[in-house]
């Protein structure tokens, strides 16, 4: 984890905190008043989401660009906008499944006709709290199973995306009553208060740091938490699969948002006489694909200067230690205007180093040299267990031992990153990468009761268990 994770600078939250305060009562006792919405009113919401996140769609491509000083508008239309409207559809489609009692078994013998079910019950008044890096996919993103199983929510953006929050507050504002779901802005002081709230259910998305302070003022008023935290997710090259195909994949993840993505690759584990051959390869990519990449609107801004700062503090603290570092844009330097920041390598750091203790979160991929696909296993499962992992093979085999030798929250075979982007397939960490799952039914099921509800029927021994007990010797 971060050992200098930056701090945005304190910010009389005063207001926010009456606000907050005030919109959790409310939300409260609307929920006490109406504590179970049918589904038809649940699509409703569903639906008021999609048209509210294509009806923003110009506003939410700028305002991301703002707080980010450089964004590729393409890819906020496609994540933050499209991808969230998906979502939102998908669950639409499946709520009637996804609320339908679910009948459970009952031992005839004992319980004679009586019926088994879990119900999903809303649980009541969830929060939310977004990080910088998604800023609408990460609250919008869980508004949609929040919602979808009956919820009321509270939202608060990161203080880092300034832009973004003030848009989400106004988006949210004009589409939802503020008893179903509002946002409130503020700093450091209101994300505390935040967390000290009697949430029937508390979602946090961040660093791991920050996830054990949510996690402890979560437990004073046992709170149930989901935790989407990060850490550094590998990508196992396998002697097979040092190639081009595997590089643009790597790469290609890398680049987008600069790195600044919870499941981009953190470091690659390549086989040691396949060092040169992934450099050449790397280097061949950046060249021919995105050679002027710093230069264009594609390069993500790093989110505000102290975040480069740190990002250029790993690199010459690597640099003195007397790493390789390969320039994959040699001829680039860091804009401090824009904070765009060039990709890096770093081959073979030794373990102590920050960019092997720390998530790197931007644009340095450390490349680690391995012996045996057992010796990369072996590493993965030194560390803390990943977000994400990637493993690239040619042979199934290969790959399937690293899947069941290693634990992470997601994993793709030959790719990267994909796993986020299913709806269906839900999505979170195990360990210090998080806790607890939202997209799709996961999502669904986590922001839900499970009820089990017991109704009886005839021909049952139930009454057996009711004193006086007789004597066993005749019972049995
Ligand atoms: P951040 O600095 O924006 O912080 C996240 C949220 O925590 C903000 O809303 C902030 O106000 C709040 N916060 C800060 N201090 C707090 C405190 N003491 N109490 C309560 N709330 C507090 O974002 P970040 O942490 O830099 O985000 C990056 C991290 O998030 C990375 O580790 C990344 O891997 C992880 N991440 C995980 C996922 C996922 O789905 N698992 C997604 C995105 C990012």
Wanted: aromatic share 6%; hydrophobic share 40%; glycine share 8%.
């Amino acid at each position: 984890t971060a050992t200098h994770r930056p701090i945005a600078p304190a910010t009389d939250d005063t207001r926010a905190i009456a606000e907050l305060h005030d919109s959790f009562a409310r939300q409260q006792a609307a929920f006490a008043k109406d504590p179970y919405p049918t589904c038809a009113e649940r699509q409703d919401h569903l639906g008021a989401i999609a048209a509210m996140m294509l009806s923003n769609r110009e506003r939410i491509r700028r305002a991301v660009s703002q707080d980010f000083s450089v964004h590729p508008e393409l890819f906020t239309d496609l994540v933050e906008v499209l991808g969230v409207v998906g979502r939102a559809v998908y669950a639409a489609e499946q709520l009637p499944t996804w609320m339908a009692p679910e009948t459970r078994f009952t031992d005839p013998g004992l319980y004679g006709s009586a019926q088994a079910a879990i119900r999903y019950q809303p649980k009541g008044v969830v929060g939310n709290i977004v990080p910088w890096n998604f800023p609408f996919d990460l609250s919008v993103g869980p508004l949609v199973e929040m919602l979808a199983a009956g919820n009321r929510v509270i939202l608060k953006p990161s203080e880092f995306t300034p832009a973004c929050g003030e848009l989400l507050k106004e988006m949210i504002a004009a589409t939802f009553d503020a008893d179903r779901v509002t946002v409130v802005t503020g700093g450091v002081e209101l994300a505390r208060e935040f967390s000290r709230q009697r949430w029937d259910h508390l979602l946090y998305t961040g660093n791991p740091e920050v996830g054990r302070l949510i996690a402890v003022e979560a437990a004073k008023n046992l709170v149930p938490v989901t935790l989407e935290l990060g850490g550094k997710c590998p990508a196992i090259l396998a002697e097979d699969s040092v190639d081009a195909a595997s590089v643009e994949q790597v790469l290609g993840t890398k680049l987008i948002k600069n790195g600044q993505m919870c499941i981009s690759v953190d470091y690659c584990l390549v086989p040691r006489e396949g060092l040169g051959d992934f450099v050449r390869l790397a280097e061949a990519h950046m060249a021919e694909h995105a050679p002027k990449f710093t230069e264009t609107g594609d390069c993500t801004g790093i989110i505000t200067e102290r975040h480069l700062d740190r990002l250029i503090d790993l690199l010459d603290e690597a640099r003195a230690a007397g790493c390789t570092i390969v320039e994959l844009q040699p001829a680039a330097k860091v804009d401090r205007a824009s904070r765009r920041m060039p990709l890096s390598l770093v081959l073979d750091p030794a373990d102590d180093l920050g960019v092997m203790r720390e998530e790197i979160f931007g644009p340095i991929l450390v490349v680690k040299p391995y012996d045996t696909i057992d010796d990369a296993i072996t590493h993965v499962n030194a560390g803390e267990k990943p977000l994400g992992l990637y493993v690239f093979a040619k042979d199934a085999a290969v790959a399937d031992r690293v899947l069941t030798r290693t634990s992470s929250g997601g994993a793709c075979v030959n790719t990267c990153a994909v796993q986020g982007a299913l709806p269906a397939l839900g999505f979170g960490g195990v360990g210090t990468s998080g806790s607890g799952r939202h997209h799709g039914i996961e999502g669904f099921r986590e922001f839900s009761n499970p009820r089990g509800v017991v109704t009886r029927g005839e021909g049952d021994l139930i009454a057996a268990l009711y004193p006086p007990y007789g004597d066993i010797a005749q019972a049995v």
